[in-house]
């Protein structure tokens, strides 16, 4: 999902959205997932189901077969037990950024994990914006960034690298799609596996 003309609007394409997800699962032993941002259940329902453990967080809630959390996402990534997850999926209808800043700064016990994200960024960046998340990620000092959209793979593998660099880690597998409509979402998965 993603911001277009003030309206969220769902453009992902829905067959590299579940792929990337497959990937993420079939790539971590005894899964076990986060998703933040867990909306209605898309995900989960596609994919996710197959998990050995899954907890969905939203700040809307929702009476399904799913274990749920409704609250401030970024609130629950700074409280939840995060070392209980090996996949995160933050599929946000703008900047996944924030939470996957904190979560960064939390993460000690893994041996392999997952990301899965959805970027829904570049509207802001072709306007020169620069958010929080991605600032404190990338150690860009400026809110506004004239022609910041040209960066956004840039910016994407800087922000892959501190999440490797934080949890002395390295990172793998980075797959990457990117939706047909004007919003340019990107979506991509990446893993993280700690230094022997």
Not at 8 to 31: C, F, H, M, V, Y
Not at 110 to 128: E, H, P, Q, S, W
Not at 164 to 181: D, P, Y
Request: hydrophobic share 40%; net charge positive; with cysteine.
């Amino acid at each position: 999902m993603s911001k277009f003309k003030g309206k969220k609007t769902d453009n992902g394409p829905k067959l590299a959205k579940k792929t990337l997800r497959e990937i993420a699962l079939n790539g971590i032993q005894s899964p076990s997932v986060l998703e933040f941002f867990c909306g209605a259940g898309e995900s989960f329902n596609a994919v996710w189901r197959k998990a050995k453990n899954y907890t969905g967080v939203d700040l809307k809630a929702f009476d399904d077969e799913r274990n749920t959390i409704c609250g401030d996402v970024v609130d629950i990534a700074k409280t939840i037990d995060v070392d209980k997850y090996n996949i995160f999926d933050l599929d946000a209808y703008g900047s996944p950024y924030t939470v996957l800043d904190i979560l960064s700064k939390r993460i000690k016990n893994y041996d392999k994990i997952a990301f899965v994200i959805t970027d829904g960024i570049c509207i802001d960046l072709r306007m020169g914006n620069v958010c929080s998340g991605v600032q404190s990620l990338t150690g860009l000092k400026n809110r506004r960034l004239r022609r910041a959209n040209v960066l956004h793979y840039e910016i994407i593998k800087k922000i892959i690298i501190t999440v490797a660099q934080r949890l002395n880690g390295v990172a793998s597998g980075f797959k990457i799609a990117t939706g047909v409509t004007g919003a340019k979402v990107k979506y991509y998965v990446f893993f993280i596996e700690r230094k022997k």
